[in-house]
């Protein structure tokens, strides 16, 4: 027979492992998440100051950018035109807006499902040609959705764009950039009749899709190929490191802006060794400097709180 | 349309200050429109139904379901994807080739075209119906509710349509507007509104933004009918007049059987008046009579059957009924009004039971017992946009009917099996439009194969058959060699090879609409032997055929002197002087649209309509400060 002690210590020690039992069972993923949201702030640089026309919302110089959502998902989308059109008269601009905005109008009414962006990049390449203006020109285009109810967020990239998913200073996932040869990313193009198959011009279909469940407090930053080939990750988690504790958008447009003028102020630099003069030295071509491109920017944390309006 | 610069700038001004009116509106009251307090506003949720659209079946540019939901273009003014535009505009497709004879006995207030239903979120007392018209307003020429509930239960499952407003189709001054007019006041709460469109009198394609639903939840008192703010007047009285195309003789309504008036009140005047109680018109000899008659539409033959027997007897007559259109009474049209229409129609030719279907069920045994009692002389049947034709229906109605000459199935998207036609054969069909629907590669070539007095084949929009289009080109080259208009509007997948099959065996041909057929490319000749090989072309429509050089034009005009209506919109590559030299050689033209072209501008249209004034030369726009 043991002693009233150590029958206490040995109910004690039970409770305590039942305790212990429970604190394992109620783990973080067994309570019930309450849907994520994105607070985006957006920023970014023409390459030419001069550009006469007025300006346009959501574009800048001949990148263009849409942010949307709708029942179910937040969506943004980043497309960058190709700048070689403006030696055929073609304004290279006209391309990535227009299909910016058809990506943005299907969002907003709700004809893709959030799951595939992938689908939401061929259905807005499809709908360009239903419009009665002739479109010509040709852009990459990455759009990134985050579905609210699965906390997940769904991409697809076509081209050299591109985003990061940074979670506690690191970045945890990223796209990968599709590219035919240096400086030739994959594209959507509409040709000029004349000259069908002599312009580089890639189906939607060889987007890249990803999936990734994120948590509250991860930072979603979705660039044109102006952010990372003038800023390393390095320097762009160094100005995005502080940002996973606040949740207001003045902030979170602060930090966009910070990034984009501290690329564009790199790509200015004509000593300054850049990714992108790291990549050519990488395959024979001398280069160093900054690489002057417009710059497009959208920064979008995670967020949990339900100040949402639809 | 303008002329000259000077109107082209009063045009553009008009519209321009339109816009602003009403943005300064929306700044200062916070809404475009403002209502009253108690009376709650609605915008369409769904678009439930309607009878033809611009756009793709699958695609969100141009079609008829963006009516529904935010109105995102007012109150700008041209031609956006976001609205709702419809196939035809103008008196265009009534002038082509494959144009339809209008049905005698029409009554003359009866003008719509096109319909469109909207469903709401909640029923309401219709107090105000907003529509949005944002590119060549005018169109809309009735407004119905629908009340769900109503009706006295004879046909079970009644359905009652009551018309709000309903006025003439007339010409409108180009500006953006919100069309409100007076609606009558109902007893019964609503959440389906359709609307009845002419676009007769318009310059180029009506655009409508959106809808909205200003009621009340209980029935409204008369005060809140009465002080309605009126943003715009809607009446449009200034707006009279005709562009100077439409003012040329418009086909009418032909009642009268070749007789004129003058003749006929000379014979009444001749007759001696029989002086006692029975009515002269009693000793009128019968064909005075039919005569008399003959001038009648379908509702007052009907009334005036129920005065006495012998109007009845010849009101009755079934040679008053060779021409049979119900389409202005769809929504009184019943079983029981279907059962004693049969009597009378022992010698109809021509039947039009076009939008039945939405006022009641209508059983498919009294439809084949009509129809037989036509028995051959049956030529045409118009079923377009018939909710209650199904796939048993169709093998009825071409079982009965296989002596028909044309046949019209247009929007008759409830069909899905169309195997019938593989089965019998209708050898004398000359006219089939089958537009929008399902209708399958094996079933159209089964109908190319065994009739082949075809002349005029719409299959535009026919998504089912997108995939073997070419293939069923040829078959239209092998067998209908007749053929005079055929309509590929949209069917994507067309090549220049499958194009070639129509040239080169079909040299008749007069119409060709292969509009939206991107496929089709200029550099493989296939329409400078298009115009080689068909002479005898009347339209042409090329939109959006982003190809089109000037090279194609200059054959045109050289090859088919015939050319009355051609549409290039949206082609970068044409010049100027392949359109002069078409406007110079085509001495019948008479519609020219150049819309979204890159090399042609407004002011070289404007140019053109001076110099060539019977010409109808259109050029839209979607930002008129910039153009």
């Given at each position: 027979?043991?002693?009233?002690?150590?029958?206490?210590?040995?109910?004690?020690?039970?409770?305590?492992?039942?305790?212990?039992?429970?604190?394992?069972?109620?783990?973080?993923?067994?309570?019930?998440?309450?849907?994520?949201?994105?607070?985006?702030?957006?920023?970014?640089?023409?390459?030419?100051?001069?550009?006469?026309?007025?300006?346009?919302?959501?574009?800048?110089?001949?990148?263009?950018?849409?942010?949307?959502?709708?029942?179910y998902a937040d969506v943004i989308g980043v497309a960058d035109g190709v700048g070689g059109w403006r030696n055929y008269g073609i304004d290279p601009s006209t391309f990535p807006r227009t299909l910016m905005m058809v990506c943005e109008r299907m969002v907003r009414e709700g004809h893709c499902l959030p799951q595939s962006p992938a689908k939401?990049?061929?259905?807005?390449?499809?709908?360009?040609?239903?419009?009665?203006?002739?479109?010509?020109?040709?852009?990459?285009?990455?759009?990134?959705?985050?579905?609210?109810?699965?906390?997940?967020?769904?991409?697809?990239?076509?081209?050299?764009?591109?985003?990061?998913?940074?979670?506690?200073?690191?970045?945890?996932?990223?796209?990968?950039?599709?590219?035919?040869?240096?400086?030739?990313?994959?594209?959507?193009?509409?040709?000029?009749?004349?000259?069908?198959?002599?312009?580089?011009?890639?189906?939607?279909?060889?987007?890249?899709?990803?999936?990734?469940?994120?948590?509250?407090?991860?930072?979603?930053?979705?660039?044109?190929?102006?952010?990372?080939?003038?800023?390393?990750?390095?320097?762009?988690?160094?100005?995005?490191?502080?940002?996973?504790?606040?949740?207001?958008?003045?902030?979170?447009?602060?930090?966009?802006?910070?990034?984009?003028?501290?690329?564009?102020?790199?790509?200015?630099?004509?000593?300054?060794?850049?990714?992108?003069?790291?990549?050519?030295?990488?395959?024979?071509?001398?280069?160093?400097?900054?690489?002057?491109?417009?710059?497009?920017?959208?920064?979008?944390?995670?967020?949990?709180?339900?100040?949402?309006?639809? | 349309?303008?002329?000259?610069?000077?109107?082209?700038?009063?045009?553009?001004?008009?519209?321009?200050?339109?816009?602003?009116?009403?943005?300064?509106?929306?700044?200062?009251?916070?809404?475009?429109?403002?209502?009253?307090?108690?009376?709650?506003?609605?915008?369409?949720?769904?678009?439930?139904?309607?009878?033809?659209?611009?756009?793709?079946?699958?695609?969100?540019?141009?079609?008829?379901?963006?009516?529904?939901?935010?109105?995102?273009?007012?109150?700008?003014?041209?031609?956006?994807?976001?609205?709702?535009?419809?196939?035809?505009?103008?008196?265009?497709?009534?002038?082509?080739?494959?144009?339809?004879?209008?049905?005698?006995?029409?009554?003359?207030?009866?003008?719509?075209?096109?319909?469109?239903?909207?469903?709401?979120?909640?029923?309401?007392?219709?107090?105000?119906?907003?529509?949005?018209?944002?590119?060549?307003?005018?169109?809309?020429?009735?407004?119905?509710?629908?009340?769900?509930?109503?009706?006295?239960?004879?046909?079970?499952?009644?359905?009652?349509?009551?018309?709000?407003?309903?006025?003439?189709?007339?010409?409108?001054?180009?500006?953006?507007?919100?069309?409100?007019?007076?609606?009558?006041?109902?007893?019964?709460?609503?959440?389906?509104?359709?609307?009845?469109?002419?676009?007769?009198?318009?310059?180029?394609?009506?655009?409508?933004?959106?809808?909205?639903?200003?009621?009340?939840?209980?029935?409204?008192?008369?005060?809140?009918?009465?002080?309605?703010p009126v943003i715009l007047d809607c009446s449009d009285e200034a707006d009279g007049t005709l562009p100077a195309e439409l003012q040329r003789e418009i086909p009418e309504n032909d009642n009268r059987n070749g007789q004129s008036v003058d003749s006929l009140v000379d014979h009444i005047g001749d007759l001696s008046v029989v002086t006692d109680?029975?009515?002269?018109?009693?000793?009128?000899?019968?064909?005075?009579?039919?005569?008399?008659?003959?001038?009648?539409?379908?509702?007052?033959?009907?009334?005036?059957?129920?005065?006495?027997?012998?109007?009845?007897?010849?009101?009755?007559?079934?040679?008053?009924?060779?021409?049979?259109?119900?389409?202005?009474?769809?929504?009184?049209?019943?079983?029981?009004?279907?059962?004693?229409?049969?009597?009378?129609?022992?010698?109809?030719?021509?039947?039009?039971?076009?939008?039945?279907?939405?006022?009641?069920?209508?059983?498919?045994?009294?439809?084949?017992?009509?129809?037989?009692?036509?028995?051959?002389?049956?030529?045409?049947?118009?079923?377009?946009?018939?909710?209650?034709?199904?796939?048993?229906?169709?093998?009825?109605?071409?079982?009965?009917?296989?002596?028909?000459?044309?046949?019209?199935?247009?929007?008759?998207?409830?069909?899905?099996?169309?195997?019938?036609?593989?089965?019998?054969?209708?050898?004398?069909?000359?006219?089939?439009?089958?537009?929008?629907?399902?209708?399958?590669?094996?079933?159209?070539?089964?109908?190319?194969?065994?009739?082949?007095?075809?002349?005029?084949?719409?299959?535009?929009?026919?998504?089912?058959?997108?995939?073997?289009?070419?293939?069923?080109?040829?078959?239209?080259?092998?067998?209908?060699?007749?053929?005079?208009?055929?309509?590929?509007?949209?069917?994507?997948?067309?090549?220049?090879?499958?194009?070639?099959?129509?040239?080169?065996?079909?040299?008749?041909?007069?119409?060709?609409?292969?509009?939206?057929?991107?496929?089709?490319?200029?550099?493989?000749?296939?329409?400078?032997?298009?115009?080689?090989?068909?002479?005898?072309?009347?339209?042409?429509?090329?939109?959006?055929?982003?190809?089109?050089?000037?090279?194609?034009?200059?054959?045109?005009?050289?090859?088919?002197?015939?050319?009355?209506?051609?549409?290039?919109?949206?082609?970068?590559?044409?010049?100027?002087?392949?359109?002069?030299?078409?406007?110079?050689?085509?001495?019948?033209?008479?519609?020219?649209?150049?819309?979204?072209?890159?090399?042609?501008?407004?002011?070289?249209?404007?140019?053109?309509?001076?110099?060539?004034?019977?010409?109808?030369?259109?050029?839209?726009?979607?930002?008129?400060?910039?153009?």
């Amino acid at each position: 027979m043991q002693s009233v002690a150590q029958y206490g210590r040995i109910v004690a020690r039970a409770i305590a492992a039942g305790i212990h039992n429970e604190f394992q069972l109620k783990s973080p993923f067994d309570k019930p998440k309450e849907p994520l949201h994105l607070v985006t702030g957006a920023s970014g640089f023409s390459k030419s100051l001069t550009k006469s026309s007025n300006f346009t919302k959501w574009t800048f110089g001949d990148d263009a950018y849409f942010i949307s959502r709708n029942r179910y998902a937040d969506v943004i989308g980043v497309a960058d035109g190709v700048g070689g059109w403006r030696n055929y008269g073609i304004d290279p601009s006209t391309f990535p807006r227009t299909l910016m905005m058809v990506c943005e109008r299907m969002v907003r009414e709700g004809h893709c499902l959030p799951q595939s962006p992938a689908k939401i990049i061929a259905a807005g390449y499809s709908e360009m040609m239903e419009q009665k203006v002739p479109t010509l020109g040709s852009s990459t285009a990455c759009i990134v959705s985050l579905h609210r109810e699965e906390r997940t967020i769904y991409s697809a990239n076509l081209g050299d764009s591109g985003f990061l998913v940074i979670r506690d200073g690191e970045v945890v996932h990223r796209s990968t950039e599709q590219q035919h040869y240096f400086n030739t990313p994959y594209q959507l193009a509409v040709a000029p009749p004349s000259q069908d198959g002599q312009w580089l011009s890639d189906s939607p279909e060889m987007a890249e899709s990803s999936s990734f469940k994120v948590e509250d407090g991860d930072i979603l930053m979705l660039a044109t190929d102006g952010l990372f080939d003038n800023l390393s990750e390095d320097m762009i988690l160094r100005t995005l490191a502080s940002l996973h504790s606040h949740k207001e958008e003045e902030r979170i447009q602060h930090a966009a802006t910070s990034i984009a003028e501290h690329a564009y102020n790199l790509s200015l630099d004509p000593d300054y060794m850049s990714p992108f003069a790291l990549s050519a030295s990488s395959i024979g071509i001398d280069l160093t400097g900054g690489k002057p491109d417009d710059i497009t920017c959208i920064v979008a944390r995670v967020t949990s709180q339900s100040d949402i309006f639809m | 349309m303008a002329t000259s610069p000077e109107e082209y700038s009063a045009f553009q001004s008009l519209i321009l200050n339109s816009s602003e009116y009403y943005r300064q509106v929306q700044k200062n009251t916070g809404d475009v429109s403002p209502i009253g307090d108690c009376l709650i506003r609605l915008e369409g949720q769904e678009v439930t139904d309607f009878s033809s659209q611009y756009g793709s079946e699958c695609s969100i540019s141009y079609v008829a379901h963006n009516l529904a939901g935010k109105a995102s273009v007012f109150p700008s003014y041209g031609d956006y994807t976001q609205a709702c535009v419809f196939r035809t505009y103008g008196p265009w497709w009534q002038l082509a080739p494959s144009g339809r004879k209008r049905y005698q006995r029409t009554p003359s207030d009866f003008t719509s075209e096109d319909f469109i239903e909207v469903s709401f979120s909640e029923c309401l007392f219709p107090v105000r119906i907003e529509v949005y018209e944002t590119f060549n307003p005018g169109a809309i020429v009735r407004i119905l509710a629908c009340d769900r509930d109503g009706g006295s239960d004879i046909d079970r499952g009644k359905i009652t349509w009551v018309t709000l407003w309903s006025g003439k189709p007339r010409p409108c001054r180009q500006r953006p507007r919100i069309f409100a007019p007076h609606l009558k006041k109902t007893d019964f709460a609503t959440n389906l509104i359709r609307l009845e469109l002419c676009h007769r009198y318009l310059d180029y394609y009506t655009e409508l933004d959106g809808i909205k639903l200003v009621g009340t939840k209980t029935p409204p008192c008369d005060e809140v009918c009465i002080h309605q703010p009126v943003i715009l007047d809607c009446s449009d009285e200034a707006d009279g007049t005709l562009p100077a195309e439409l003012q040329r003789e418009i086909p009418e309504n032909d009642n009268r059987n070749g007789q004129s008036v003058d003749s006929l009140v000379d014979h009444i005047g001749d007759l001696s008046v029989v002086t006692d109680d029975s009515s002269f018109i009693t000793h009128l000899p019968k064909e005075i009579i039919q005569l008399i008659l003959s001038y009648l539409d379908l509702r007052d033959l009907c009334h005036l059957s129920q005065t006495c027997s012998l109007l009845r007897e010849h009101c009755y007559d079934p040679l008053l009924y060779i021409d049979l259109n119900l389409q202005p009474f769809w929504m009184q049209v019943s079983n029981d009004s279907l059962i004693s229409l049969i009597p009378r129609c022992k010698h109809t030719q021509r039947l039009n039971l076009s939008w039945l279907g939405k006022g009641s069920h209508l059983c498919h045994s009294h439809i084949k017992r009509l129809l037989e009692s036509c028995t051959e002389d049956l030529c045409t049947l118009e079923l377009a946009s018939c909710n209650f034709v199904d796939s048993n229906l169709l093998k009825i109605v071409i079982e009965t009917s296989s002596n028909l000459v044309e046949l019209n199935l247009s929007s008759c998207t409830k069909i899905e099996d169309f195997s019938i036609f593989s089965v019998v054969p209708l050898r004398k069909l000359k006219y089939l439009n089958v537009y929008r629907t399902k209708m399958d590669t094996t079933s159209i070539i089964a109908v190319l194969r065994l009739s082949p007095d075809l002349e005029h084949l719409n299959i535009a929009s026919c998504l089912h058959m997108n995939s073997h289009i070419n293939l069923i080109l040829m078959e239209i080259g092998t067998h209908s060699k007749k053929l005079k208009s055929l309509d590929l509007w949209r069917m994507k997948t067309v090549n220049s090879e499958g194009l070639s099959h129509i040239y080169n065996n079909c040299p008749y041909l007069e119409e060709l609409d292969v509009g939206w057929c991107i496929e089709l490319k200029s550099e493989n000749q296939c329409f400078i032997n298009l115009a080689r090989k068909c002479r005898r072309l009347k339209k042409l429509f090329l939109t959006a055929n982003r190809t089109i050089r000037d090279a194609d034009l200059i054959a045109l005009a050289n090859n088919c002197p015939l050319l009355e209506q051609l549409d290039i919109l949206g082609t970068r590559e044409v010049t100027k002087q392949a359109i002069i030299c078409v406007l110079e050689t085509c001495k019948n033209l008479i519609l020219l649209d150049v819309s979204f072209c890159l090399g042609i501008s407004a002011s070289d249209a404007c140019s053109w309509r001076a110099t060539y004034p019977r010409r109808a030369i259109k050029i839209s726009f979607q930002n008129i400060s910039s153009s």
